[in-house]
């Protein structure tokens, strides 16, 4: 973990800052709380909520899809929105198994947070391999170990929106970006399961105090080949658990998935 990402983080015990020693981490606070780094370099700062987040199947399917590039035009996008705020330093809430995390930190700082520690460890032995500027924490959006007005932007791709804790953790003028299905997201996925397949209602938490400054709409069609592929589509979506196991069944008859990708993008700005 370099010095910028370690340098942003706090204890999550009694919000002090942390200080490297060794192969653990030390806050600076009375009591010296101590962390260990996990093997691939990821600490845990979850606390209480320790053990919930993705397992490995949820983590190894998102890893499956995404790592084959069929959301690569969304992450070319989060890298150009952010090189137009010229953010040095940023927070990933809710980083998953890091992918988007480490693509924009080829070129800044990066703190990527989540509560799956499967994610996050895969996350942080990716980032070695690549030579990426992230560093990864296991920790709850709502519970952010991060000093106040540490970043200059937050993004938060397709997880809940902690408004309060992103507000608190941006500096004056940094931005937050926010990503979730559009209406005709997956779409061609939705009318090969259903019957009646229905448009999607849009995030349903976004921000309300933060003065929005700018949204769009980003779509594509995309064709998944292979079984492996849709399976792992399918099982990193909320469909697979909404889904009988009749209409799951339908999936395995094709071997091909074209469909819609639309992803709505807001981006809010906190207040100078």
Same mark, same amino acid.
């Given at each position: %973990?370099?010095?910028?990402?370690?340098?942003?983080?706090?204890?999550?015990?009694?919000?002090?800052?942390?200080? #490297?020693?060794?192969?653990?981490?030390?806050?600076?606070?009375? +009591?010296?709380?101590?962390?260990?780094?996990?093997?691939?370099?990821?600490?845990?700062?979850?606390?209480?909520?320790? &053990?919930?987040?993705?397992?490995? *199947?949820?983590?190894?399917? @998102?890893?499956?899809?995404?790592?084959?590039?069929?959301?690569?035009?969304?992450?070319?996008? =989060?890298?150009?929105?952010?090189?137009?705020?010229?953010?040095?330093?940023?927070?990933? *809430?809710?980083?998953?198994?890091?992918?988007?995390?480490?693509?924009?930190? =080829?070129?800044?700082?990066?703190?990527?947070?989540? !509560?799956?520690?499967?994610?996050?460890?895969?996350?942080?032995?990716?980032?070695?391999?690549?030579?990426? +500027?992230?560093?990864?924490?296991?920790?709850?959006?709502?519970?952010?170990?991060?000093?106040?007005?540490?970043?200059?932007?937050?993004?938060?791709?397709? *997880?809940?929106? #902690?408004?309060? /804790?992103?507000? @608190?953790?941006?500096?004056?003028?940094?931005?937050?970006?926010?990503?979730?299905?559009?209406?005709?997201?997956? %779409?061609?996925?939705?009318?090969?399961?259903?019957?009646?397949?229905?448009?999607?209602?849009?995030?349903?938490?976004?921000?309300?105090?933060?003065? !929005?400054?700018?949204? /769009?709409?980003? +779509?594509?069609?995309?064709?998944?080949? &292979?079984?492996? &592929?849709?399976? *792992?589509?399918?099982?990193?979506?909320?469909?697979?658990?909404?889904?009988?196991?009749?209409?799951?069944?339908?999936?395995?008859?094709?071997?091909?998935?074209?469909? /819609?990708?639309?992803?709505?993008?807001?981006?809010?700005?906190? /207040?100078?």
């Amino acid at each position: %973990m370099n010095q910028t990402v370690l340098e942003a983080l706090c204890c999550p015990i009694c919000k002090a800052g942390l200080m #490297a020693d060794g192969k653990s981490c030390r806050c600076v606070g009375a +009591r010296s709380h101590c962390f260990d780094f996990a093997k691939s370099g990821y600490l845990n700062l979850a606390g209480t909520h320790a &053990g919930e987040g993705d397992g490995k *199947a949820a983590v190894l399917a @998102r890893r499956t899809f995404l790592d084959a590039g069929y959301y690569q035009m969304l992450s070319n996008r =989060m890298e150009s929105l952010l090189a137009e705020s010229t953010a040095k330093f940023v927070v990933d *809430a809710g980083s998953g198994e890091g992918y988007y995390t480490n693509r924009i930190a =080829m070129e800044r700082d990066v703190l990527g947070v989540d !509560l799956s520690r499967d994610g996050v460890d895969y996350a942080a032995r990716r980032a070695k391999q690549i030579s990426s +500027r992230a560093g990864f924490v296991v920790a709850s959006l709502f519970d952010l170990p991060v000093r106040d007005e540490a970043a200059d932007a937050v993004v938060n791709l397709f *997880a809940p929106c #902690a408004e309060a /804790e992103f507000t @608190r953790v941006l500096k004056p003028g940094g931005i937050l970006i926010l990503v979730g299905a559009g209406e005709q997201h997956l %779409m061609g996925l939705k009318k090969v399961i259903y019957d009646n397949p229905y448009t999607n209602p849009g995030r349903s938490d976004l921000p309300v105090r933060l003065p !929005l400054i700018a949204r /769009e709409r980003l +779509r594509d069609e995309i064709t998944v080949v &292979g079984q492996g &592929g849709i399976d *792992a589509l399918f099982s990193m979506t909320p469909y697979y658990w909404r889904t009988s196991a009749q209409d799951k069944q339908k999936l395995q008859s094709i071997d091909t998935l074209t469909t /819609e990708v639309d992803f709505d993008i807001f981006i809010y700005r906190k /207040e100078a």
